[in-house]
């Protein structure tokens, strides 16, 4: 049936290559355009177009900033900047923001190590934190997810800095094996970091 439609068929291909967008959802999704109208439709892709055109990556912690502008964590003067908490992903830091209980910068990985998946070392932003900590650092909090690959990185982040005089921490207990910062409430993602313990 959908080779009778091509350019439904292309839509659903295109939505195949976007990650953690499950097969069954590219058709609901699909639906959800077909069925609004074309200016709601204009606007999204708008939008899409202008977060590629104005948004970019900041060069020191590697979170997402208006391209113009910069970085609303690494300017901020109220940040402690000899603090820094090392996340996998944007959406991590997005948790940790939530609880306003965090006053130190980020470090955003881009992912965790995984060998299955072909994630090495050099796939990540962590060379650039290793050429931050030689900048005057206290405190490095390793608050990559509660996973393998996780647990991994952190190991890997800690390697480098045991001989260094920079304090290393992880998150406090009570935040689940297996678990996504990203998915947990305010109160225990803020009692992780508040609570933190040695690495």
């Known amino acids: 049936m959908l080779k009778d439609v ?3 068929e292309q839509l659903l291909k295109l939505f195949q290559q976007v990650p953690y967008l499950a097969s069954k959802n590219i058709f609901r999704v699909a639906d959800y355009f077909l069925k609004n109208n074309g200016e709601k439709i204009d606007s999204f892709c708008q939008s899409l177009l202008e977060v590629k055109r104005r948004v970019a990556q900041c060069n020191e912690c590697f979170c997402w900033k208006e391209k113009d502008k910069g970085c609303p964590i690494c300017s901020s003067a109220r940040r402690n900047k000899r603090l820094i908490c090392v996340v996998e992903t944007w959406q991590d830091l997005l948790a940790i923001e939530k609880t ?4 130190g910068v980020y470090h955003v990985l ?22 931050r900590c030689k900048q005057g650092i206290d405190e490095i909090i390793l608050a990559t997810n509660q996973t393998p690959e996780g647990e991994a990185t952190a190991s890997y982040v800690a390697s480098f800095l045991k001989n260094s005089n920079i304090k290393i921490s992880c998150l406090a207990k009570g ?8 998915y947990m409430d305010k109160l225990t993602v803020y009692k992780a970091i508040s609570e933190r313990r040695p690495f």
Do not use: F, R
């Open 6 to 8: 091509p350019s439904l």
């Open 100 to 103: 306003a209980g965090y006053l």
């Open 110 to 131: 881009g992912g965790a190590i995984s060998p299955l998946d072909g994630i090495g070392p050099e796939d990540l932003t962590i060379n650039y934190l290793e050429l």
């Open 175 to 182: 935040v689940p094996v297996g678990s996504s910062l990203e």
